[in-house]
């Protein structure tokens, strides 16, 4: 069996323009969370679940999840693909932590951690950054309580992750005058 994971995107309110644009970079993937639906037991062991898997990457998903949340915010004036977008003000970085159904808790939940940075992208520093776990307990305990759970905390994560990072972000400086 395979399951979305299509993370909903939360209600953000859509701040001023800061005049930044942003160049998402697709966020790497821990080696353990690809198509595979994982799993961490009771014993702390990593393991799949036998006949569940996502229909794509789960890195992709959430990649994308987050630069509509971003978009949303209303506060950059363009938000896409870093590959795709000529000298954008600022890069986002990341990487897909965990993405997995926890039995090491009860209730089990699905679990879903995401490190990302914030840069701007001509200069040095770190405008944000943060590791993000979110949680949401599993019905029924299989494939397709795992899938809804994770949609779900995925969708907080990168509804709060818009969020945080669309409040740090600083207007882009005035052009100079001529």
């Known amino acids: 069996r395979q399951y ?15 005049g930044n644009t942003l160049g998402v970079r697709p966020l ?41 949340a971003l978009r949303a915010t209303g506060r950059f004036s363009d938000a896409g693909d870093a590959a795709e977008m000529v000298r954008p003000s600022l890069i986002l970085t990341g990487e897909l932590r965990a993405l997995r159904l926890n039995r090491t808790v009860s209730p089990p939940v699905a679990e879903v951690a995401v490190r990302m940075e914030l840069r701007a992208a001509r200069e040095p520093g770190v405008v944000w950054s943060g590791t993000l ?18 949609r779900l905390a995925a969708g907080r994560l990168v509804t709060r992750a ?12 005035a052009p100079p005058a001529e």
């Open 4 to 18: 979305l994971l299509a993370p909903p995107v939360g209600e953000l309110s859509a701040g001023a323009g800061s």
């Open 28 to 68: 790497a993937a821990a080696l353990p969370y690809d198509l595979r639906m994982a799993v961490l037991t009771e014993e702390g062991a990593l393991g799949y679940l036998p006949h569940d898997k996502w229909a794509e990457r789960p890195a992709d998903t959430v990649t994308r999840a987050l630069t509509d």
């Open 133 to 150: 776990v979110e949680t949401e307990p599993v019905p029924g305990d299989n494939g397709a309580g795992f899938a809804e759970a994770a």
């Open 162 to 173: 818009a969020g945080e990072m669309a409040k740090a972000t600083p207007d882009a400086p």
